[in-house]
Structure formats: C-alpha cells, structure tokens
C-alpha cells in the first residue's frame, strides 16, 4: 500500500501525487501504516479514505468509530498527521510519549523531510484516533 498506484478513489490519489517528492514517501508511509492498524482494529468497520480540506482524510463512516485523522504539510514543512482538535488523541498520547514525537498542539505530529516515524507511539495514536467515539470499559 505504498504506490501511488493503490488508490480506489482518484481525487485521493491525485492529492498524494500533489505532494511533493521529498515528503510523498513519508505521507505513503502513514497512509500505510493507518490501513495496517485498521486492519487490526474489527470494531472499527470499514476504514474511508477521502478527501477533506483538500487532505486525504481517514475515517469510519459505517461505525462512527473514528475521529478523523488527516496527512498534510504544516505551513512550517516537513510532513504531518492531523487528529480533530477539540478531541483528546494528541494529549492522551503526548502523556505515554512526550519524548518520541513533535506535538503541535491537539491538533498535529510533525515530521521533518526524511524523518521515519516512531512506529509504537505512531501505531498508539492512529489506533486511538480510529477508536476514539468507541466506549471504553
């Protein structure tokens, strides 16, 4: 799921291919990785990839599961993961991991060009956000 080929919605694909070549690998990536943790999550139902504000846009339409997540490039470069920032992904993952990823506010991660993600903090917050309307024991 890292081709810029692999896309069932063409506006989606057409966004990825907009990014520029340096961060489109990284965006890739992310997009990878929230189908996989998806994949591992079944009360989530089915994962949407769409387009909001011009962002492919993560979501689950059928279960309401999810706060959305987006990818993007802040105005400050590099390459970022966006949560709805009136929810409380971003800080409850700041609290497990306040060293291992670049919070900006509740509302973003940001990466720098090239830079690998953290995959345990990164796989905590996506599975988070994708549970996040979900009722907890």
């Known amino acids: 799921m890292t081709s810029v080929d692999d896309f069932?919605?063409?506006?989606?694909?057409?966004?990825?291919?907009?990014?520029?070549?340096?961060?489109?690998?990284?965006?890739?990536?992310?997009?990878?990785?929230?189908?996989?943790?998806?994949?591992?999550?079944?009360?989530?139902?089915?994962l949407h990839e769409t387009l909001k504000w011009g962002q492919p846009a993560y979501l689950t339409p059928d279960t309401g599961a999810a706060t959305t997540i987006r990818l993007g490039i802040p105005k400050s470069g590099g390459?970022?993961?966006?949560?709805?920032?009136?929810?409380?992904?971003?800080?409850?993952?700041?609290?497990?991991?306040?060293?291992?990823?670049?919070?900006?506010?509740?509302?973003?991660?940001?990466?720098?060009?090239g830079e690998t993600p953290p995959a345990v903090p990164l796989t905590a917050l996506i599975a988070r956000a994708l549970t996040y309307h979900l009722k907890r024991p």
């Open 8 to 46: 069932a919605d063409p506006n989606v694909q057409k966004a990825f291919l907009a990014f520029p070549d340096e961060v489109r690998p990284n965006l890739l990536h992310l997009r990878t990785l929230i189908f996989e943790t998806a994949a591992g999550l079944s009360e989530i139902g089915a």
């Open 79 to 113: 390459y970022a993961l966006y949560t709805h920032c009136q929810s409380s992904v971003m800080s409850e993952i700041q609290a497990l991991f306040p060293n291992e990823l670049t919070f900006e506010g509740n509302r973003a991660i940001l990466f720098a060009v």
